[in-house]
Nanobody, 127 residues
Framework: QVQLEESGGGLVLPGGSLRLSCAASGRTSRTYAMAWFRQPPGKVREFVAAIQDSGTNTDYGDSLKGRCAISREHAKNIVYLQMNSLNTEDTAVYYC????????????????????WGQGTQVTVSS
């Protein structure tokens, strides 16, 4: 089992930045593909960003593309999501996910591909 814990959410002004962190614990002897998803109020969960287990490749959903960056520190089992130029439409609960994706290029944006999820961290963009 792998436990994921997100942190770094909060209230931010429009145009501001936040860095979310996701710390993995438990069965971390192997490396998993990681991703961030978000669920805005009253909407379905949507893909934000993903990074391969090796960290070699990343990709982003349309919602935050060009305004965010995903990265990972293997030694610390932490994945980050740096978000910039935030607007009110970015208000959501942000979830971290981990999984053993056999075909990363095919499956990275599909929430069903991931086996482990954090409880989420709230990001609110408001003036």
């Amino acid at each position: 089992q792998v436990q994921l814990e997100e942190s770094g959410g909060g209230l931010v002004l429009p145009g501001g930045s936040l860095r979310l962190s996701c710390a993995a614990s438990g069965r971390t002897s192997r490396t998993y593909a990681m991703a961030w998803f978000r669920q805005p109020p009253g909407k379905v969960r949507e893909f934000v960003a993903a990074i391969q287990d090796s960290g070699t490749n990343t990709d982003y959903g349309d919602s935050l593309k060009g305004r965010c960056a995903i990265s990972r520190e293997h030694a610390k089992n932490i994945v980050y999501l740096q978000m910039n130029s935030l607007n009110t439409e970015d208000t959501a609960v942000y979830y971290c996910a981990a999984g053993d994706l056999k075909n990363w290029w095919r499956d990275y944006a599909n929430w069903g591909s991931y086996d482990y999820w954090g409880q989420g961290t709230q990001v609110t963009v408001s003036s």
